[in-house]
DNA sequence: CTCACTACTGTAAGCGCTACCACAAAGGGT
DNA sequence: ACCCTTTGTGGTAGCGCTTACAGTAGTGAG
């Protein structure tokens, strides 16, 4: 016998199955079954008395059940390095909010950096359960992109690449090069750029991107790109800082301007630049990346990368997917607008060297 | 027939089930289901042979299965009303943490706001596919503490009061009281608060209890209370930024020291008072509540309340509940810490009114 | 009036596990 | 030698649904 079999202890009461509301409704389990799921041909007048039937019971369909007899769990899981950070949680807020509306559930899996990285691939993967999966900025290895279509569950990338599989991201490439680009139609000449680590840490593809459009638009105005100036600051405001602090800290060889990756280091670098007394936009103009909230009261230009658009962008792709659709994995590039504001200005008259 | 019958499209290739292992280890499904869930006894051989068997067929438990089958689900819910805004993205990180190190699946569920709410509750109350719910900041009306009990789910809440549930906290009178306190010791008598809204959102029960920890301690030093000075700004950087520039625009007549309740609207005050010209301290000091990294640049002081241990916490006792320990409702405070940075001195020479 | 179809409904076979039961074998007292 | 407990194992009845399949009307065409 199962363990379900006895009493249940909490509230003494057994919730009511989906054999009690055919009973009360007159009907066989199955035309219960078609009734409430809308699937197959239902008289519209059993529809009627099932329904009720259902109401006054309280009847809802056990989630186990229905996806162990169907195979479809309406389920889906997101895959990310961090939850504590504004581009991760705006897109798990615009993946939330459109997986709700679509009646899903979703899971959550945190790889927290790479800690649980590689319990989540396995558990994730394996125990089947899942009816898709969003993985936002989750660089794979080949072997791990094995594993993944192995398991055979529909996947889509946000924020960068994902090979094999259909993603959804802004062209950083590019953003960074129109940030960049701003900067010089500005007259600027002297810009650093504030960007995430290279190496080690796997799930921050964007960086490099961003950072190439920068060495690109430098190099296509024939400007120099001074290494020193090429800084990482891991996305965080505190970290940024610190940085600016040391970069600006020469009054007579420092940038005129701050090129960052996101919003939160191009902040960082604003306080950072007040703190040693230089104004902005006078002294040094900073763009940054996002549209982060704390952007508008640092008067921060930058480049709006609609983080939960893409979220709920992703969740749209894969539901297409799973209802059918054609699963050509292309990269759908969302567009990034300029948000003009006022932390970036002409070049002041040349200071130093 | 059921659906998962025919061959499976993607792979071509059906997994395994238990009834596999069973026949390739030699032994009965009853024998595989109990030497791989530990339960109950099996030989050290069978068991050996049984792992070998699993391993080399790469079967994984089926979740939907064993969760209809045995009643529990190894699934956790997280209800709460933001994700992108720090205090509920860390207690979620650390609940993730918890219940990864657990084995724990997480499913998340977002109210934003009160946008899903009667959906959450519905759902999330109705499909009975969760082991426990951990809530974060989730007042409830008694109607729906009526539902939740009704559905009989083991509820833990973190951040706020919950009828009838376990909870983990802070004190936030407390912590209000001493954040005031250490102004008044400081000596200033001029202390403004900036608060989160008390009505309408019914999700920041904290914001009532913070804003009562000023009041209290300012009667305590008897001094009073401008109402005024009481500000909401809705736990936002720029929010507060506004409000303070407001506050903070006439020299004659304002405080020497803001009390907020949150380190993003500390921040933002300090941006403010920045831009009209005044120092911190110097001119003004602030102190907030969290232990924001954001905090670290601005040099604010703090009282730090660990939001991440609040969320590892409550799923710590949420284990202990489903593992037959006691369900005595209690709440557990967690203490704040002071941390002292920069942002508050002593009072300057008295200037205004 | 028959045939071909379609609309509707019930029967029942699973989905892949878990856990109860029965039973065998192996100690451990007395 | 006896009974009682403990350990190890297999058989198997569900857990609560979904969905082929078959069967029964109803309907318009020929």
Known sequence: MAANGGPRGDTGVNPPRLQDVAVRAGVSTATVSRALSGKGHVSPRARARVQQAAQELGFVVSYHASSLASGRSRNIGVVLPHVDRWFFSTVLEGVAGALMEAGYDLTLYNFEGDRYRETVLTDFLLRKRLDAAVAVSLPLDPPETEQLFAAGIPLVGVGGPLVGAPTVSIDDLDVGRRATQHLIGLGHRRIAHLGGAEEGRRYFPMSRDRRDGWEQAMAGAGLTVDPAWSLIADYTFTGAYQQAKNLLADPFHRPTAV?????EMAAGT???ARDLGLTVPGDLSVIGVDAHPIGEAFGLTTLDQHARQ???????????????????????VLPAHFVARSSTGPVAAPHGT
């Open 259 to 263: 090129f960052a990756s996101s919003d």
């Open 270 to 272: 604003i306080l950072a």
């Open 310 to 332: 893409q979220g709920t962008r992703a969740v749209e792709r894969l539901l297409e997917h799973l209802s059918g659709g054609s699963d050509e994995p292309s990269n759908e």
